[in-house]
Each structure stands twice: as structure tokens, then as C-alpha cells.
T-cell receptor, first 111, second 113 residues
Framework: SAVISQKPSRDICQRGTSLTIQCQVDSQVTMMFWYRQQPGQSLTLIATANQGSEATYESGFVIDKFPISRPNLTFSTLTVSNMSPEDSSIYLC????????FGQGTRLTVV | QKEVEQNSGPLSVPEGAIASLNCTYSDRVSQSFFWYRQYSGKSPELIMSIYSNGDKEDGRFTAQLNKASQYVSLLIRDSQPSDSATYLCAVNEIKAAGNKLTFGGGTRVLVKP
């Protein structure tokens, strides 16, 4: 298993601002994954964070909007930039051993 | 066609009955299959994993995999009100960039006392 600490757990932000979400894993992992879950929807992969290289973004997601850092093998951040109400979602970080394990999630509301 | 498909539900079952959830996937080379349970406002939690054809049982849960037909199912026996949640099917796809999980849309299950 894996223990993932994600913060903040929730935030309410003004449109046009940015929020950085942090994830700390209890052991080293090669890849960390960032997902978005919009209300009533399933998980959509935003990007894969690789240590030592740039993140790999899925179709529809760009680095300028969702910059990711991966400074070491146990930590990653996702920033949601220039937020609009459409960015209101739950954001989840995840690692895969054999199965996927998730952080507690960040519930973001943009007003 | 979506890569991983599930009936969105809600699937309403009486307490004590069997809930049957289905999932189909499109990538024939997928190797690993998972069922997650997600309560409202919480993160998904793994309840079953299955890697080979056939049935796998864990308590009240049974996962069934048929790679030839590209489907995986989950049975919940003796359903309890606490089983009311959204169940997500996930498939491990091997991509050039590495493994990643692709999730279905989820099936909402309601167990009525």
C-alpha cells in the first residue's frame, strides 16, 4: 500500500487566482498522477508527474494552466492557474504500486 | 467509444440482495483490472483487483474477468446500506509513457433497507 498526504483538503478561491496542491508519499515512487473529478463525474487524468523530467499531460490539459513540480521521488505539486468557476472540482493525486492509491483529495470551489 | 465503460445507474437493490455491476474495456492488451468504491466527498478506495480470467472472491465481493469478451464485473452479495456508493472500474493500460489507470464513469449503487 501507500500513504499519501494531500493538502489542502479544501479551499474557496477567487477567480483569476492560483492554488497549489501538495502531495507527499510515504515512500519513493517513479510516477505520480494527478486527476480531476468534476461534480458527479468520474476521474479524469490531468498529467503524470515524473521525477527529473517534465510532466506528461493528457489531451485537453496544458502546462500553462496546470503546472506541475516533482522535485523528488516522494513529493509533487499541482497548481491550478488563473482559476475560473469551471475549475471547481476535486483534485486527487495518486501513485500506482500494483494498484492505485489516492490522496484525500482537494475540494476546490472557485467563486 | 470510451476506453472503459460502465452503466451510470443508479442501481437500486434491496438490502440482502446481490448487486451486479459490469464494466467493459476497449484495450485488448490491458493486464490489470480494479474495482474502487467511492463514497460521496471521499477518495476512491480499492476493494478488488483481478489479473486473470475467472472469479476472485473476497468476503462479500466477487470480481469476474473475461478477457476474451473484454469485460469485468463485480458482485456484491448480501448488500448492506453501507455499500451505497459509486463503484469505479479501472483498467491498467500499458502505454509508451508507462502504465496508467483509466477509470470508467462509475456506477452509483443504492442499497435500500
Amino acid at each position: 500500500s501507500a500513504v499519501i498526504s494531500q493538502k489542502p483538503s479544501r479551499d474557496i478561491c477567487q477567480r483569476g487566482t492560483s492554488l497549489t496542491i501538495q502531495c507527499q508519499v510515504d515512500s519513493q515512487v517513479t510516477m505520480m498522477f494527478w486527476y480531476r473529478q468534476q461534480p458527479g463525474q468520474s476521474l479524469t487524468l490531468i498529467a503524470t508527474a515524473n521525477q527529473g523530467s517534465e510532466a506528461t499531460y493528457e489531451s485537453g490539459f496544458v502546462i500553462d494552466k496546470f503546472p506541475i513540480s516533482r522535485p523528488n521521488l516522494t513529493f509533487s505539486t499541482l497548481t491550478v492557474s488563473n482559476m475560473s468557476p469551471e475549475d471547481s472540482s476535486i483534485y486527487l493525486c495518486s501513485v500506482v504500486r500494483l494498484e492505485a492509491f489516492f490522496g484525500q483529495g482537494t475540494r476546490l470551489t472557485v467563486v | 467509444q470510451k476506453e472503459v465503460e460502465q452503466n451510470s445507474g443508479p442501481l437500486s437493490v434491496p438490502e440482502g440482495a446481490i448487486a451486479s455491476l459490469n464494466c467493459t474495456y476497449s484495450d485488448r492488451v490491458s493486464q490489470s483490472f480494479f474495482w474502487y468504491r467511492q463514497y460521496s466527498g471521499k477518495s476512491p478506495e480499492l476493494i478488488m483487483s483481478i489479473y486473470s480470467n475467472g472469479d476472485k472472491e473476497d468476503g462479500r465481493f466477487t470480481a469476474q474477468l473475461n478477457k476474451a469478451s473484454q469485460y469485468v464485473s463485480l458482485l456484491i452479495r448480501d448488500s448492506q446500506p453501507s455499500d451505497s456508493a459509486t463503484y469505479l472500474c479501472a483498467v491498467n493500460e500499458i502505454k509508451a509513457a508507462g502504465n496508467k489507470l483509466t477509470f470508467g464513469g462509475g456506477t452509483r449503487v443504492l442499497v435500500k433497507p
